[in-house]
Every structure is written in C-alpha cells, then in structure tokens.
C-alpha cells in the first residue's frame, strides 16, 4: 500500500509536469462553454446530454492520458526499471486507474455543474463516471503496450474508441438498445441515465454489476499487459 501511494503522489507530478491538468483545465472551459451556448430549453434533457458528453470526454482524460503516460515511460526506460521497483503490475495499474478516475470525476462535477446544475442522483452520476474512468484506463493500458510511439498508436487507438462509442446510437434512438446490453460501456451509461430520471430497479441492478464486471475485466487486461512489458526488457525501452 505504501508503494501505491508513494507512485500516486509521483503521479500526480508527473501529470502536473507534463501539463495534464493545464488540459483538463481547457476540456472544462471548451465544453462548458460550448453547452452555455446551447438554449437552455435544447439541454434540458439531462438524461440524454450528460451521459453522452461524459462518455466522449472521458475518452481523452483516461483512455489517451494513460496511453500518453505509458508511451512517455516507455520511451524514458521508467516501465523497465519499474520491472523492478517494489511496484507490482496491479499497483501500477492502480495507481493510475485512481490518479486519472480522480482527475475525471473532477472534470465530470464541473461540466455537469455549469452545464446542467445539481440535480440528480449524484451517487449514480459518479458511480457510471468512476465506472468509465476505470474501463477507460484498463483499456487504454493494454491498448498502448501495443505501440512504441503516439503515432503508431493514434490510428488503431481511434478505431478503438469509436468501437466503445457505438451505444450512443442507442442511447440517442437511432438503434435498439439490446445488442449493446454485452458492450462494456452500457452498464455505466445506465447507472448515469437512472441518475437523472425515474429510477428502475433493474436498469440499477444491471448498471452496477455490469460496470463492476467490466472494470474488473479491463483492469485484468491492463494489468496483464503491463506485466508483459514491465518484464520484458527490449519491449519496455531499457536505453
């Protein structure tokens, strides 16, 4: 545990350092200012924004941040020398699950709040966004043990993420809700839409133990991912 948060706190300088925050910061502004834009009648379906919004936006502050982070240590020799640190794949991999969930339930009361105001079921609201922060992450680490630079990854990683998108047809009407009930970011989706409407006991049901299935299956990837390329020296950069 102790290592856990000693690598949390470096963290936390590393993503200050390499101007994470600054970034966040500007996603805050840019799509608060574009939702303030809209008349406020037009977003008055919360149900129908925010689990969008939040999903779209999510993408950039787990999914790329975590890729980004892991190209940069890759590059820098760090994942090596972690091979051998008292930091265990799992921890590392927690580590910047918490950092970065962290950092996106911060972003997600923002937005909500300027945007939308404080209705809602705020434990169902974070519940679905620490949900997609933690499948964001665990998917974005395996995908980026994949690649040695961002630009090997930008490609394949952007076909990637638009496969988790396609429950935003459902969700938006324009296709049946049922084949997605196996898509990883539908259980999520759920717990935030029951957040802002009359809560049914099984969409509930199936938004939390989805969202606790899959996140446990997208740490599992990430973590045994990470393993393979902490413990292989020319695939972790030792230059």
Known sequence: ???ILNALRWDV?????NGFYWASA???IVISALLLSVPETARANSALWVPAILVINLQITTFFFVAGLMLLERDEGMLNALAVSPLSPSGYLAMR???LTGLAAAETIAIVWIGFGTSGSWSLILGGTAALGVIYTGFG???ATRYDSVNALLLPASAFVTLLLL???AHFGLAPRLPFFVHPLEPPMTLIRAGYGVIDRFDVAFGVLGSFGWSAIAFAWGRNRVRAL???TRASGGR
Do not use: E, G
């Not at 300088?13 to 350092?17: N, P, Y």
């Open 1 to 3: 545990m102790t290592a």
């Open 141 to 143: 680490a395996a995908v």
């Open 13 to 17: 300088i590393v993503q200050a350092r």
């Open 230 to 232: 902490m413990h292989n």
């Open 167 to 169: 429950p935003l047809l």
């Open 97 to 99: 699950t918490v950092s």
């Open 26 to 28: 500007f996603l805050i």
